[in-house]
């Protein structure tokens, strides 16, 4: 599967973004999903994910603020971020993998398929 992430860009403090990751390929319903991101100097990190059941998780960072959600049909999982601050400004990307279980889903090496990230910057 490929996937293609989209919809990163210069925000305000308090503002709100949706991303997209848009996945080409069969069977994209079977695949577990994830977001995460990565700022400058920093280490990649665990944002939020969606198994195939629909089942959401969120790091404690986002939580209350992201919401993840998938359109099979459309072969797309989508990142509302509300409430953005500038500690949010990384380099999103969707990862998805159809062998994650709930002990790995915040893991980033247990996701096969990368797509290519999208910056988003929160910034006055």
């Known amino acids: 599967v490929q996937l293609q992430a989209s919809g990163g860009g210069l925000v305000q403090p308090g503002g709100s973004l949706r991303l997209s990751c848009a996945a080409s390929?069969?069977?994209?319903?079977?695949?577990?999903v994830g977001w995460f991101r990565q700022a400058p100097g920093k280490e990649r990190e665990f944002v939020a994910a969606?198994?195939?059941?629909?089942?959401?998780y969120y790091a404690d960072s986002v939580k209350g603020r992201f919401t993840i959600s998938r359109d099979n049909a459309k072969n797309t999982v989508y990142l509302q971020m509300n409430s953005l601050k500038p500690e949010d400004t990384a380099v999103y990307y969707c990862?998805?993998?159809?062998?994650?279980?709930?002990?790995?889903?915040?893991?980033?090496?247990?996701?096969?398929?990368w797509g290519q990230g999208t910056l988003v910057t929160v910034s006055s």
């Open positions: 969606i198994r195939r059941s629909g089942h959401t």
């Open positions: 390929g069969r069977s994209f319903s079977s695949y577990a």
């Open positions: 990862a998805a993998d159809q062998s994650i279980i709930i002990t790995t889903i915040a893991s980033s090496q247990y996701y096969d398929y």
